[in-house]
């Protein structure tokens, strides 16, 4: 049975002060009252020990959670999920509570890399969203399952046409077209003159910084650059 004082007792016991005020230095959306300083690896290992348990059904279902590392818990746990259904609807139930990037990128279930055109209906919707963390989970979506051999243009239009003041939501739609262009450059280099001046710097520069893509395609990106 799922108990939230022993969860937390055993999250203080793994609790590291100095990787606490590392942690909250890099998530400043979080209260850093809110930050016990447990490690990734720990928080992962208690995920899958409540799914065996028979926890995390209980656990999930108490929103929203007041420890950044709670939230951690339930994206881990979630994660792990090998039903599409029940990953999916776990992931919605969420996304609303997400407050911070980090919980946002590390909530993956293993399952959608199968599944991904049942997942596309949900990302639509979610782009729409007024709440950053979910549009920013979106745009993760598409720059995971559908950069590859299930790419087309119409899914960078979507990230393309977002519009949002929302520093998170620009950083993750910069980071979806630097590694589109290692992906996919010819199709996604004609997106760069569309971006908005803030968001195609960053591209830009992330392009430029990644070893992924070539050298020639860098030094067309640095030109363009020039151009604005």
């Known amino acids: 049975m799922y ?8 999250l203080y016991a793994a609790a590291d002060a100095v990787y606490r005020d590392f942690n909250s230095s890099l998530i400043t959306t979080v209260d850093k009252n809110c930050v016990i300083g447990v490690r990734t690896p720990r928080l992962r290992a208690m995920a899958k020990n409540m799914i065996k348990s028979e926890t995390d059904k209980d656990f999930i279902q108490n929103l929203p959670h007041k420890f950044f590392e709670e939230n951690q818990l339930h994206a881990f746990v979630i994660s792990e999920y090998r039903d599409f259904d029940a990953a999916v609807r776990a992931v919605d139930n969420f996304l609303p509570y997400i407050d911070n990037w980090a919980t ?11 599944n991904a055109e ?9 782009i729409k969203s007024k709440h950053a963390y ?12 559908f950069l590859d051999n299930d790419f087309d243009t119409k ?11 929302e520093y998170y939501v620009n950083m993750m739609r910069a980071w979806y077209f630097a590694t589109a262009c290692a992906k996919q450059f010819d ?12 968001t195609r710097a960053r591209a830009i520069q992330k ?13 067309k990106l640095k030109n363009l650059k020039k151009l604005f």
């Open 207 to 219: 392009s430029i910084e990644s070893r992924r893509v070539s050298a020639e395609h860098k030094e």
């Open 155 to 165: 899914y960078a239009d979507m990230v393309l046409n977002i519009n949002s003041d």
């Open 187 to 198: 199709k996604i280099e004609p997106y760069f003159s569309k971006l908005d001046g803030w």
């Open 104 to 114: 946002c990128d590390q909530t993956s279930p293993k399952v959608f890399v199968k």
């Open 118 to 126: 049942k997942l596309l209906p949900y990302i639509k919707r979610w």
């Open 134 to 145: 979910t549009v920013r989970f979106a745009v993760l979506c598409l720059m995971r399952y």
């Open 3 to 10: 108990d939230e004082n022993e969860i937390r007792n055993s």
